[in-house]
């Protein structure tokens, strides 16, 4: 940190801006700053924004496997693009990329014969707000497993939370690529993504757990509950709450995996343990900040 003193002329109060930081964001004598205030008190100085505009892509590919295929076209959607077009050599049959759990999801797509086009991608500029979404669709989702269990209904869930994971990603990609103002700081969109990522992964794991597994699952609920008040009241985490969220975690006892029901347990009790970690990174990251 580097401690400045505040000139005065007349009622006007100024500070000089470093040399440096001038010369990395080609601030000159006619460039603009734009100037927040947050409800701490602390005044940011950002460079002003200058907007650049999402390219329009297109490839011509000949490759037929469905899955490089996908993970191409959701490469491409998660990206700050305008539109993309993708055309394909020879007509495949889509069936089976249209079942794609990711991809169905995935508005102003189209797939027709030879090509695969998307246009007017919508843009997220609250990440936080996703990932909040998140943990609240994966209490819901617990649930539905322990009441009803409705099968479409525990799908579409898993189909919502995929999508928000998806959304985050390229509400993060966008805000990084071009600049643009969030209500996030870059080091709270790295964390998002981290926690974003094993929150998806434990549900891949957690729609397959038998409903009457109501100890497992009321322990995930819980973990997950509390995980939902942090991120709803990041600007108060600290250590203590971290350490709170630790001890809530390690409450989920380790599974010796004998067959597929207590790997999925384990994956899941794994999962929550490193968002556990990642909580505790950002909970320091909070507190050199204050």
């Known amino acids: 940190m580097e401690i400045r003193n505040i000139q005065k002329t007349g009622d006007m109060h100024y500070l000089y801006l470093p040399t440096s930081w001038c010369r990395e ?10 100037i927040e205030q947050s409800s701490d008190g602390t005044l940011a100085v950002s460079p002003q924004i200058t907007e650049r505009k999402p390219k329009h892509l297109k490839f011509n590919i000949s ?12 490469a491409c959607y998660i990206n700050p693009v ?16 249209l079942n794609q759990k990711r991809l169905i999801s995935l508005e102003s797509v189209e797939i027709d014969k030879k090509q695969i086009t998307c246009h007017g991608s919508i843009s997220i500029s609250d990440p936080e707000s996703l990932l909040k979404t998140m943990a609240r669709k994966i209490k819901n989702m617990i649930v539905v497993m322990q009441n009803s269990y409705d099968e479409d209904l525990i799908e579409r869930y898993e189909d919502e939370i995929d999508r928000s994971k998806m959304l985050i990603d390229k509400s993060i990609i966008s805000s990084l690529t ?24 434990m549900v891949d794991h957690l729609i397959r757990v038998n409903s009457k597994e109501t100890e497992f699952l009321n322990s995930i609920y819980d973990v997950v509950d509390q995980l939902q008040s942090i991120i709803e009241n990041t600007n108060t985490l600290n250590h203590k709450i971290a350490l709170q969220f630790i001890k809530k975690v390690s409450k989920i006892k380790s599974f010796e995996v004998k067959d597929i029901k207590s790997y999925d347990k384990e994956r899941m009790r794994l999962s929550l343990t490193t968002v556990a970690e990642v909580v505790t990174d950002w909970a320091i990251t909070k507190e050199i900040e204050k």
């Open 25 to 34: 964001h080609k601030i000159r004598s006619k460039s603009k700053v734009s």
């Open 63 to 74: 490759e037929d496997d469905q899955e490089i295929i996908h993970k191409l076209v959701v």
């Open 82 to 97: 305008a539109s993309f077009e993708i055309n394909f050599e020879k007509e495949l049959d889509f069936t089976k990329l």
């Open 178 to 201: 071009f600049e643009r103002t969030t209500k996030s700081k870059t080091i709270d969109l790295y964390y998002i993504s981290l926690i974003s990522k094993d929150l998806e992964r």
